[in-house]
């Protein structure tokens, strides 16, 4: 079973920063594609951010609804994927999942609470 430590979460003000990182196993990390998701409270998880990486480019995508305020980036050196939040919203608030795919694996990290007061 892959184990993804996830770290970054917490309590912050409307229009403040957080990063969020995951850490994976590195003879996985580097074969595959890593995202992150989200459950707000009530909700159905959501896709955020997915990065890919085809030959030595790395592929990002967003959700149209954190475009231009979430980054994702990936370290290989460090086998960690990223997720930098800016102008964070009261909406943001969600449990924040790290998802690894590849090598015929899907695991999940345990997800870390994020919550923006308004």
């Known amino acids: 079973q892959v184990q993804l430590v996830e770290s970054g979460g917490g309590l912050v003000q409307a229009g403040e920063s957080l990063r969020l990182s995951c850490a994976a196993p590195g003879n996985i990390f580097r074969f595959s594609d890593m995202a992150w998701y989200r459950q707000p409270p009530e909700k159905q998880r959501e896709l955020v951010a997915r990065?890919?990486?085809?030959?030595?480019?790395?592929?990002?995508d967003y959700a149209d609804f954190v475009k231009g305020r979430f980054t994702i980036s990936r370290d290989n050196a460090k086998n960690t994927v990223f997720l930098q939040m800016n102008s964070l919203k009261p909406e943001d608030t969600a449990v924040y999942y790290c998802?690894?795919?590849?090598?015929?694996?899907?695991?999940w990290g345990q997800g870390t609470l994020v919550t923006v007061s308004s």
């Open positions: 990065i890919t990486v085809r030959g030595n480019t790395n592929y990002a």
């Open positions: 998802n690894l795919r590849g090598l015929k694996l899907d695991a």
